[in-house]
């Protein structure tokens, strides 16, 4: 009997209460446990999707907390059944399920199900992929994925470039690079150039590009602000104005980071336009499409990111627009040969002769990181299984979906819209009646808080102009139009209880 009295169903203990920790290992002998307890959790997760009437429940830390608090790490469950029943209680009940068609908040997507099983398969194999003799064949199909990738973007045979964690770490890669090529044009030693070194992106950018400048020792000033235009799109005549203030200024810019699709807008900087401005100075250009790379399979909107074939380096995250599991990202550049700048040598892991000498590709030679998962797996097994056009279909039908959703909104007396997003946001907020309107930003926050507080859908907040919006992301090809409208009146229904109970309590009216 386990500590649970449930009868253990899985190898009781031989001697004493514990069993042999070897009939946990993966192993020849094994895998009949492995199927039978992965099958397990599986079906808790199953009937979890199955089941779940809401996003989120709304769970508070504070409700939460104590639950964790109270597992004693030290004291195992007997069996996976009793795992999976606390795993109930301090995770799975209360998760955040993103396939939920009312999870309309951050860049979360709901998973194809390739994937789930490029997942279940690399994390069983455990492949690594920073050496070929960890990975063998993982090496190549990674490499025939980056070549892919690089195909769509329209980069030439020259291309190279990584998987990585997310779009963070493809940013900070890709500026690693640019830092490295600036101090090799540059007469001036590195501690002479580092202070001058900088970064042009647009206020809408995403703020991993300030974090890459303090990683890479940056001057605190190294990313300047580029202004938008009323679309939130880099402007090019202000780049060209940035970029003629640096040179005056003897400052080096080192990049200009262009975005395609930006987190809360949906804008796409004019990537051709850029590009010329790029050229003309002799700056190396990088797009973050972490967000906007899904249109790279659309079979309607590619012609959104004419000109990314103009880049040195293009973030991409599947995680995003691919439908992947996090992670699955991938640093892209024109270039291969700048991939040098990470190269690094271990005697008892990538010794330099071997790599020269009997070409042995080892992808830590490229890699921020050295123990890497085999991410790319499930994008392989999803172009394999749905192939590319899918993909750029389910990521189209959300784009439709959001256009729909801002139509409504701009036509709802209620609220106010912010500009139209090329992908699929919508940022827009509740907006008071006359003098009410003080309350608006308040009204807002409330709103959402209360929204998420029941359980009925998650909508995102941020801040623009100093005002305080609410924001739609779309990502879930289950979210219709009439999910949309429903969270739109749930809204206006918690602002506009907020604004009465506000104005009755400080003017009591008769
Ligand atoms: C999400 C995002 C990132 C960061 O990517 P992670 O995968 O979250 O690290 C970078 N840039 C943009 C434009 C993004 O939307």
Redesign the pocket.
Known sequence: MSISGRTAAYDPPATGRQPNPRTHLLSRDNTDRYRRVVAEGLDRVRARIASTDRPLTGVTPAALAPRVAAVDLDRPLADPAAALDELEEVYLRDAVYFHHPRYLAH?NCPVVIPALLGEAVLSAVNSSLDTWDQSAGGTLIERRLVDWTAERIGFGPGADGVFTS????S?LHALLLAREEACAASPLPRRELLPKLRVLASAA??F?VQKAAVLLGLDADAVVTVDTDADRRMCPDALAAALARCARDGLTVMAVVA?A???DFGSIDPLDAVADRCAAAGVRLHV?A??GCGLLVSPTRRHLLAGIERADSV?V?Y??SFFQPVSC?ALIVRDGEVLRHATYHADYLNPAPLAADERVPNQVDKSLQTTRRFDALKLWLTLRMMGPDAIGQLFDEVVETAGAAWRLLAGDPRFEVVTRSALSTVVFRYLPDGPDRALADEANRYARRALAASGEAVVAGTRVDGRQYLKFTLLNPETTLDDVAHVVDLLAGHAHRYVRERTAATCPVG
Do not use: C
């Open positions: 860049l997310g779009g963070t770490q940013n950018g995403h991993s975005t699709g930006t987190t973050d972490a967000y973030t995250d995680h995003k990202s």
